[in-house]
């Protein structure tokens, strides 16, 4: 099982980002996926997570309206929007994925993708 993230990098305040989250050795179509966030000195916290349908999303209320949570199945592959960035949401981003959604959004998934880095600037 592996979960590749990626699209993390270097922003100014105000700006977007999107992260992906490719899936080998696993079947999103099966599984929730999610996001979470690790800043320095921190604990890791969730973000944002949805079903295997993608119709059903839950979002952390520090990024409601502004991070999207979505998914291809086909594709086997997750995203994460994020729009207007703040210098909080600096950290390393992970995806994760699990059959059942509340470990997903209690931060101890089955399965940790390795993390891509955001950077936001004021």
């Known amino acids: 099982v592996q979960l590749q993230a990626s699209g993390g990098g270097s922003v100014q305040a105000g700006g977007s980002l999107r992260l992906s989250c490719a899936a080998s050795?696993?079947?999103?179509?099966?599984?929730?996926m999610g996001w979470a966030r690790q800043a320095p000195g921190k604990e890791r916290e969730f973000v944002a997570a949805?079903?295997?349908?993608?119709?059903?999303?839950y979002y952390a209320d520090s990024v409601k309206g502004r991070f999207t949570i979505s998914r291809d199945n086909a594709k086997n592959t997750g995203y994460l929007q994020m729009n207007d960035l703040k210098p909080e949401d600096t950290a390393a981003y992970y995806c994760?994925?699990?059959?059942?959604?509340?470990?997903?959004?209690?931060?101890?998934?089955?399965?940790w993708g390795q993390g891509t880095l955001v950077t936001v600037s004021s």
């Open positions: 949805d079903k295997w349908n993608g119709l059903d999303t």
């Open positions: 050795g696993i079947s999103f179509s099966r599984r929730g």
């Open positions: 994760a994925a699990d059959r059942f959604l509340i470990r997903i959004q209690s931060v101890r998934p089955d399965n």
